[in-house]
Nanobody
Framework: QVQLVESGGGLVQAGGSLRLSCAASGRTLSTYAVGWFRQAPGKEREFVAARNDPTTYYADAVKGRFTISRDNAKNTVYLQMNSLKPEDTAVYYC????????????WGQGTQVTVSS
């Protein structure tokens, strides 16, 4: 089992940027599919981005603004978020699974992102 720890969340003004990190331990992430999800207050968890090399996937709401990447040497996955909007406010979670089935995979504890208008 891989353990995941997110960091990098915070408060930012609309139009600003943040980079979230997801550091893994216990297993090497290079062969795993990795993803980012978010959950806003009162809403269900939703997909944000995923990467199953060489293919990346993005939710329509973040396409063109967010970029998922990975540094295998650091065993870390990133989510670069640009042009942030108040509706991006949520707790962001990273997930990893060897087969891309995130529901059955490993999840981090989440990091809060708040975008003020």
């Amino acid at each position: 089992q891989v353990q995941l720890v997110e960091s990098g969340g915070g408060l930012v003004q609309a139009g600003g940027s943040l980079r979230l990190s997801c550091a893994a331990s216990g297993r090497t992430l290079s062969t795993y599919a990795v993803g980012w999800f978010r959950q806003a207050p009162g809403k269900e968890r939703e997909f944000v981005a995923a990467r199953n090399d060489p293919t990346t996937y993005y939710a329509d709401a973040v396409k063109g603004r967010f970029t998922i990447s990975r540094d295998n040497a650091k065993n870390t996955v990133y989510l670069q978020m640009n042009s942030l909007k108040p509706e991006d406010t949520a707790v962001y979670y990273c997930a990893a699974d060897s087969k891309g089935d995130f529901d059955s995979g490993s999840w981090g504890q989440g990091t809060q992102v708040t975008v003020s208008s």
